[in-house]
């Protein structure tokens, strides 16, 4: 009985399969709010593509890649000390591995990339609120449905105290979720503040036409608004900047970081030289005023808040313990590592072995490669980072070379880039493996920049041969 209702789903889905990147859509949008519903919504989602594009999946080299970088994970867990941590830490990496390759296939438009960002910008939207909402209002709340369906759990005042969290475990998580929202979401405001500038309507952003998921695709944008309604930039103008005021009050420096980066790599991108000047002159003011020799610094710190600099310095936590700082972490996982350079200490082991030798709970040493060089080895993480080089240099060289990229859909496929060197940075100063919305938004980016460049490369291929 079971068994037939399951078919019944699964042929219900595989009919509409068509439809499968709105339910993808719908994912994205209730992710932040229900991790559980927009997991099974995905997970179904991969399923159906799986089912129904099986042979062009396995036919693509880079998913052989990840295919030997999953046997290497299932070794080295077999070798692991805890052997049952190792394998239960594999449902990290492998699921969203099946979920990389199954997008990759189902994303191939630029139409789908702005969908994809409209959505994530919308979808901030209710979490920024709250969280603005838990740091200056006090707001808190518990609120469970059948336990994992939805459940809402806001401390007053924030997680750390005084740092904005929103629906998010930690501050930290939270800013890292919302500066790829605020990367991508600049990203289109820049799209529409061009089209206003210009005079021209949203269904002229692009070329009005474009094939993707069998069928031809109209570029209307997502919603049925007017060419010259004002409606998206209005929006676009509130999002990011709410999300920008939120993304300080997480306190975050590494936050902070990307979003200046990003900000800089759009100005320089657009050649807007002088903005590029203002942006560095503040931020060499904030930098001055956190490291320079005390005359200089003090000078600094007339104009500059101390909510900045002295989160630069840590003046604003003094008493941090040396088993807290960064550096210390790193340099025990390249220890681990060193001691186990094969096949790791299996994952998930880091954090019992850093509290066996400092006496503190610690969950990971604030950076993926390093973790995975300590728990998989080097074997694995090399394969891993050179997976994740290749995707960003053919997204580059795509970007830069090929013909059939209307100007237009440039700056769109530009800020998935900006989005992805950002993550790659974020994962340099913290792991964002460990919170299941920010892994699987993670690759979905990674897997609609390859959907992409996929489809164009081969529109290359068949444009250069002359049969």
Known sequence: MLGASLNKVFDYFKSRWQSSWNYSLWALFIFPLSPLVGAVTVGFVSLITWLKQSRKISRRPLNWGFALLSLLLIVSAG???????????????????????AHSALIQTFTQLRQMAWILVIGSMPVVII???????????????????????????GNPPGRIASLFL????????????????????????????RGRGAGE???????????????????????????????????????????????????????????????????????????????????????????????FRQYVPAFFWARLNDDMYPDRP????????WEFAWSLAQQHPWTGWGLRSFSGLYKAQMHVPLGHPHNLFLMLSAETGFPSTFLFCGLLAWILITGVQLL??????????RLIFF????????????????????????????????????GVVHRYNQQDRLASDPN
């Open 79 to 101: 070798f692991a000390q805890d052997k049952t941590a190792a394998f239960l830490g594999l449902f990290n990496l492998l699921p969203f591995f099946l979920l990389f390759a």
């Open 131 to 157: 969280g603005l909402g838990q740091l200056f209002l006090g707001w808190s709340l518990k609120f469970e449905i059948l336990w994992v369906v939805l459940n809402w759990k806001i401390a007053p005042g």
């Open 170 to 197: 930690h501050a930290n998580t939270f800013a890292a979720y919302l500066a790829i929202v605020f990367i991508l979401g600049l990203g289109l405001w820049l799209e529409q503040w061009q089209l206003a500038t």
């Open 205 to 299: 952003l692009v070329a009005p036409t474009e094939w993707g998921l069998g069928e031809r695709v109209q570029k209307r944008g997502i919603f049925p608004l007017l060419p010259s309604s004002p409606v998206p930039l209005i929006f676009l103008t509130v999002a990011v900047i709410t999300n920008f005021i939120a993304l300080i009050f997480t306190n975050s420096r590494n936050g902070w970081a990307i979003a200046i980066f990003a900000c800089l790599a759009y100005a320089l991108y657009q050649g807007w030289h002088i903005l590029v000047g203002g942006v560095a002159a503040i931020i060499s003011s904030v930098i001055l005023a956190a490291f320079a020799p005390s005359p200089v610094a003090q000078f």
């Open 322 to 329: 040396v088993a807290l700082m960064r550096r210390t972490q």
């Open 400 to 409: 830069r070379k090929s013909k059939y990229i209307n100007t237009e859909d």
């Open 415 to 450: 800020s998935y880039l900006l989005a992805f060197v950002g993550w790659i940075v974020l994962n340099t100063v913290d792991v964002t493996l460990f919170d299941f919305r920010l892994n699987a938004l993670s690759w979905l980016i990674l897997a609609a920049i390859c």
